[in-house]
């Protein structure tokens, strides 16, 4: 750049001929002669006041040399801004000949500045110029002006001068101070300042220390944030190209106030080159490494433009360190955690590139104790979006979480222990970040292999998800787990002033009873679910959401058991209660197997109602219907059991009209309650069943003996009439008989009266 070589210039050319004035006047004048003049000339052309007090002395040939005591500078009526006790320089003059510039040494001792910043933004080290001077400046703008069109000659004909050879045995400026107050931040700034530059020469490296105390504060020194810092490296200036390089960089600093959390700390910078090429506007960092509180980070960063249009490249490497530790001395809380061993260990690598538009970070490794990520991630700054990929392996989140506390303990607890106000804090703590999820915009894809979480064992997670003014979307919402396979959709709407929650849940062949068993410590049902339906819930409490799920849920289990509740024994039990008879109990196994189950959900306000329930097994037919509260984890339930009878005790053995009865038991209490002692038969139940099973058998039998009795009736009456039948038939056989032997008797006789007759004739 063009400024860059004109202050070059500028400088050498200032040595130059304060080099030749110097030997000019350490002939033939006597500088302390000149010192009421010099301040005079300085006051009315600069308007700045000059102090000094101490003689001034020099040498020439072969060096010229120049030094001052007790010196004071201040802008007009203003106190002195800078001051320093002794100042020494020393030129060469034979090197000047051959455009050679060779400063033995620079040496500032105890120099003090008091730079101040008033209110309107006024600095004290600003120059308030007589009115001749102001004349004299205001002409030479209007020269300048008058020369503007020969600015890119002048700056072509710059372009091609050679910058003298300079070299500068050492450059120390040794116990400076500097205090600069801003009324306008309301800050002050207090630094203390030891500077060694040795055997300096363009496009030669030479040595740099320097050694720096700074004090932040308010301008009552309240609340000091203190920096010590040293910085060693080798600097080369190459003038011709406008580009420096810091080679062996190494800055030790220490931060210590109340503001910062571990006080003192401490850090270590080095890095192994950085190259600043001004024309080209681009900084080139190789072998960075930063060291503080157990954290390693090494990095390599190359920036291009960085004026006009910035764009990077980076690589970072995060070594393993101890996140616990670091957090713990950050003075940062940690929430409680199931495993004390949880966030000891972590380390991250990451690539990124990109502009003040767009940075892209690929790849991203991230290792969290046993937990590996693999990700890519595009992000826009304008405006702010991300596209996130995500794949990960092994991650356990209930290592991370609060220990589980007994539901028994924990209730007894917050109804003894908490006050009301500590149970209020609690009611409003909110599960989702409202204000948070508002502000995401983006995608995010993620596939995870092994998750625990609330005691469940995820085989799978994958997910497709998208934020956007307040709604997140996630579709789909795929999982395997226990033995089967989750497909959902989900959407989250925090537009409103109370979050929204929209799910569609598909359930296909999923093991229900070790994921209840795992989720929930309930293990009261197994079987292989199928599972679909609608529900939508809203709220920011787990107790919020619980209460309000609304929806309907279609449900089929197959080759389940309702476990720690045998129904054949509950029937059995109430039929032995009934017969004043005892049940061999021991007989019978704990649990209920089924074939199927099936029934439709009806859920309102967290209450889950199931009419129509259905269930198939050997020996039973069972229907139920009663309702299940998730708010309070318990369930109020009566299922109708029809049972064709036990083979395993007298006491329970049924005949045909019993096995076609269906006999009520009920199931009634907490999720937490002995499985064994929650379902029981209701014996009131069984009375009215066995009451009217006795009446029934009654009016049976009586309809038994009144149809004996009329079929008696009807066979004497059919024996009695045969009788008669009979008697007529052999009365009218005798009659005719009789009649017939009669008229037998009457033809004889009629026939031997005729003969007598006859013969009478004859």
Not at 228 to 243: I, K, Y
Not at 607 to 623: C, D, F, R, Y
């Amino acid at each position: 750049m063009v400024w860059f070589k004109r202050f070059i210039y500028f400088v050498l050319i200032l040595l130059a001929l304060i080099g030749l004035a110097l030997a000019y006047v350490g002939l033939f004048v006597n500088p302390n002669d000149f010192k009421d003049e010099l301040k005079q000339v300085a006051m009315e052309k600069a308007n700045v006041r000059l102090r000094l007090e101490g003689d001034i002395s020099w040498s020439f040939f072969p060096w010229l040399g120049l030094e001052l005591e007790n010196i004071g500078v201040a802008i007009g009526s203003d106190a002195e801004i800078v001051q320093f006790d002794r100042a020494e320089f020393g030129l060469a003059i034979m090197p000047l000949l051959e455009q050679t510039i060779q400063v033995d040494k620079v040496n500032l001792v105890n120099l003090k500045a008091h730079l101040h910043k008033n209110a309107q933004g006024e600095g004290n080290w600003q120059l308030q110029l007589p009115p001749s001077s102001k004349a004299d400046a205001n002409t030479a703008a209007v020269k300048g002006s008058s020369n503007v069109s020969s600015s890119a000659e002048e700056t072509a004909q710059s372009s091609q001068m050679k910058i003298p050879d300079i070299h500068l045995e050492e450059l120390r400026i040794e116990n400076a101070q500097i205090v600069y107050r801003d009324e306008q931040t309301q800050q002050r700034i207090e630094a203390d300042l030891d500077i060694q530059l040795q055997d300096v020469q363009w496009d030669q490296a030479w040595p740099m220390v320097m050694e720096a105390s700074v004090t932040q504060s308010d301008l009552q020194g309240n609340q000091p944030l203190k920096m010590e810092a040293s910085v060693n490296s080798q600097l080369t200036v190459f003038p011709e190209r406008e580009s420096l390089l810091l080679d062996a960089l190494v800055v030790q600093a220490k931060v210590s106030g109340e503001s910062i959390p571990a006080s003192p700390l401490e850090a270590k910078l080095s890095a192994v080159s950085v190259a600043m090429d001004l024309p080209q506007e681009n900084l080139l960092i190789d072998g960075l490494a930063l060291s503080s509180m157990g954290l390693n980070l090494d990095a390599k960063i190359q920036a291009f433009e960085v004026l006009s249009n910035p764009q990077f490249a980076a690589t970072l490497s995060v070594g393993t360190f101890n996140p616990r530790t670091l957090l713990n001395a950050l003075q940062v809380p940690l929430p409680d955690m199931a495993d004390a061993t949880a966030l000891t260990k972590a380390s991250a690598n990451v690539a990124l590139e990109g502009s003040l538009d767009e940075v892209t970070i690929q790849p991203i490794s991230i290792a969290l104790d046993d937990t590996k990520i693999e990700a890519n991630a595009v992000l826009s700054l304008a405006p702010l979006r991300w596209d996130v990929s995500i794949a990960g392996a092994n991650l356990d989140l209930d290592r991370y979480l609060p220990e589980p506390v007994d539901t028994e303990v924990e209730a007894v607890t917050t109804n003894t222990a908490e006050s009301p106000q500590a149970q209020a804090n609690t009611a409003a703590t909110d599960l989702i970040p409202v204000e948070l999820i508002r502000g995401l915009n983006g995608h995010v894809g993620l596939i995870f292999d092994d998750i625990k979480v609330k005691n469940l064992t995820i085989d799978q997670l994958a997910l497709d998800t998208t934020q956007s003014n307040g709604v997140v979307s996630i579709a789909p919402l795929q999982a395997s787990l226990y033995q089967g396979k989750v497909s959902s959709q989900l959407r989250l709407d925090v537009r409103g002033n109370t979050p929204k929650i929209e799910v569609v849940p598909s359930v296909s062949g999923v093991q229900v009873q070790p994921l209840l068993t795992d989720f929930m410590a309930m293990d009261k049902i197994a079987g292989e679910t199928f599972l679909s339906g609608d529900l939508t819930s809203q709220g920011n409490s787990v107790d919020a959401l619980m209460s309000s799920i609304q929806g309907d849920l279609l449900v089929e289990m197959k080759q389940g058991a309702l476990v720690g509740a045998n129904l054949t024994k509950s029937v059995c039990e109430g039929i032995a209660s009934i017969r004043k008879e005892t049940l061999n109990a021991s007989q019978f196994g704990d649990d209920t197997p089924f074939e199927t189950m099936r029934f439709p959900a009806h859920i309102v306000d967290g209450q889950i109602s199931t009419p129509g329930l259905t269930m198939s097994s050997a020996g039973l037919q069972v229907t139920g219907d009663g309702t299940i509260s998730l708010p309070t984890q318990s369930l109020n339930y009566q299922v109708n059991v029809g049972i064709t009878g036990s083979q395993l005790d007298d006491a329970c053995q049924v005949n045909e009209t019993v096995s076609q009865l269906t006999f009520p038991v009920v199931c009634k209490g907490a999720f937490s309650d002995d499985p064994a002692g929650l379902c029981r038969p209701d014996l009131a139940g069984f009375g009215t069943l066995f009451t009217n099973l006795a009446k029934q058998e009654a009016a049976q039998k009586l309809a038994q003996e009144k149809a004996k009795l009329k079929a008696e009736l009807k066979q004497k009456e059919a024996d009695l009439k045969a009788e008669l039948q009979a008697k007529r038939e052999a009365e009218e056989a005798r009659l005719k008989a009789e009649l017939e032997a009669k008229r037998e008797a009457e033809e004889e006789r009629l026939k031997e009266k005729l003969k007598d007759k006859l013969k009478s004739l004859f």
